[in-house]
């Protein structure tokens, strides 16, 4: 399991815990709301609002002091230089616990992509797929094997999902390479050193496979029906929603920027 894979099992189970009486809207929004109080107390505890806030006084007053000078230019780059030093000492004291603070997000962030990015096929829906070969070439054939059937046929360019109680696999020389049904995963590659953060919930190809990658055309998943194309997947409600109570957070913990 990936590093930000680790917290995946307890989101799953809160989320399994709450579903029954929620919808996918409703779970987002929760998991929004979550991401922006542990952001939020993070920040706020990895901050020194007291510095940051005598450092913002110190900063207006040099400030004003650019604004209203009105004498020699050699002490007019100084005051600039000064503002400009000042403006980067409170940067330097907000970036930090900004960027660890948002750490946080991304455990959840690779859970929602996982359970909320596509939708999972149903029984006898026809999945368009395409294998994409090592160095662009085909040096051999792929396969499909039904359990009921156990029979293989030559992959063109879509797969039956399975009934229920029933498997498909993808057969590359008669090693099974994929078992159908899997979590819904739309790519299928070679693990890559970025795996260790984020894994793939389907697995990896083996690496002496003459395959690339195996991508799958599942339908995305909509959260909301109205506007533009672009708005209709979890990722924006997440974010529009973690916004959101991160200005409401930023006034109920008093959090100094």
């Known amino acids: 399991m990936a590093v930000f894979d680790l917290l995946s099992p307890a989101f799953s189970g809160l989320d399994d815990l709450i579903s029954p009486f929620t919808n996918e809207f409703i779970r987002i929004a929760f998991w929004a ?6 952001t939020s107390l993070v920040f706020k505890k990895l901050s020194n609002p007291e510095k940051i806030s005598s450092l913002k006084v110190t ?6 002091e650019l604004n209203d000078h009105d004498g020699e230019f050699s002490e007019l780059k100084g005051l600039a230089i000064d503002t400009m030093k000042l403006s980067m000492k409170r940067m330097g004291l907000t970036f ?4 660890l603070a948002s750490i946080p997000i991304i455990f959840v962030l690779t859970y929602l992509s996982n359970n909320y990015g596509l939708q999972h096929p149903s029984a006898g829906d026809i999945v368009p797929i395409q294998v994409t070969w090592e160095d662009g070439k085909n040096p051999s054939k792929i396969a499909v094997k039904q359990s009921e059937k156990s029979t293989q046929s030559e992959l063109t360019d879509t797969i039956t999902w399975p009934q229920l109680n029933q498997t498909t696999q993808l057969l590359e020389s008669d090693n099974a390479i994929i078992t159908l049904p899997m979590p819904v995963s739309p790519i ?3 693990k ?3 795996n260790n953060l984020i894994g793939n919930p389907v697995g990896y190809l083996n690496d002496s496979s003459q395959i690339n990658r195996i991508e799958f055309s599942f339908k995305s998943q909509k959260i909301i029906s109205f506007g533009p194309d672009w708005m209709h997947g979890w990722l924006f409600v997440f974010f529009f929603m973690t916004f959101a109570f991160s200005i409401v957070f930023l006034f109920v913990f008093k959090i100094k920027f």
């Open 192 to 194: 890559q050193w970025w």
């Open 33 to 38: 709301l979550v991401s922006a109080l542990v």
């Open 96 to 99: 930090m616990p900004a960027m």
């Open 188 to 190: 299928i590659h070679k």
């Open 59 to 64: 900063l207006k007053a040099k400030q004003k």
